[in-house]
């Protein structure tokens, strides 16, 4: 006669004080794997990676800047000059020359970002850019005069033959009459004597514009 069925037993925990079954790693987290006897310590964090560290600024190459720099000053310098001699009025009995504030900001701006970018975060060639930018707006505003000179005499050429004084060129007047007088008459002034008569305000914001400009192209540029 076979055995009744009995349902099999449920195996018991064990019970804490208080009558509350005891659970496995104590308190319901899973128990931690000893090692060498130790139990592991949980770790905090979430797991995330330490920051990587910040990338070292670029170095630049002063020579290079320097060189560079000086070359955007003489060419901005020239282009300034033809700029005034293509907006000047030489048909008159004097010429008539217009100046342009922004042509300083282009040009300071110029040399700056080439000083800058050659050079990186070096502030005594963002300097020595402004000094090149100052120094290209003055050498462009005389030689832009030499060629409105040039072009005024070329227009008046019969006035001046019938004076005896022969017309000149641009370069001619720049290098060989800086300083010595136009024509061989009193009061005559030379060229840089001549600059100096037609000074004006605009004159002076338009060569303070241009280092300013070049100074802070490149500490934008710099600390970019």
Not at 28 to 51: A, D, L, M, V
Request: glycine residues 14%; without cysteine.
């Amino acid at each position: 006669m076979s055995q009744p069925w009995q349902q099999p037993q449920q195996p018991q925990q064990p019970q804490q004080p208080g009558g509350y079954p005891q659970q496995p790693g104590g308190y319901g987290y899973p128990q931690q794997p000893q090692y060498g006897g130790q139990p592991q310590q949980p770790q905090y964090g979430g797991g995330f990676p330490p920051p990587a560290p910040a990338p070292a600024p670029p170095r630049g190459n002063a020579g290079l800047a320097l060189i560079a720099g000086l070359g955007a000053a003489l060419i901005g310098g020239v282009l300034y000059a033809f700029l005034l001699s293509a907006m000047a009025d030489t048909d008159g009995q004097q010429p008539k020359i217009t100046q342009f504030a922004y042509a300083g900001v282009a040009l300071g701006a110029l040399v700056g970002f080439v000083v800058a970018k050659l050079g990186g975060r070096n502030q005594g060639l963002w300097v020595i850019g402004a000094v090149f930018a100052l120094a290209a707006i003055f050498l462009g505003e005389l030689y832009g005069y030499a060629l409105v000179t040039a072009d005024w005499m070329e227009a008046n050429e019969k006035q001046f033959a019938s004076l005896g004084i022969e017309t000149m060129s641009a370069n001619e007047i720049f290098f060989s009459h800086f300083n010595d007088p136009l024509v061989d008459m009193p009061g005559a002034e030379g060229l840089f004597g001549t600059w100096k008569e037609d000074v004006n305000g605009m004159t002076y914001i338009l060569m303070a514009l241009s280092p300013i400009a070049a100074f802070g192209t490149a500490y934008r540029l710099g600390n970019r």
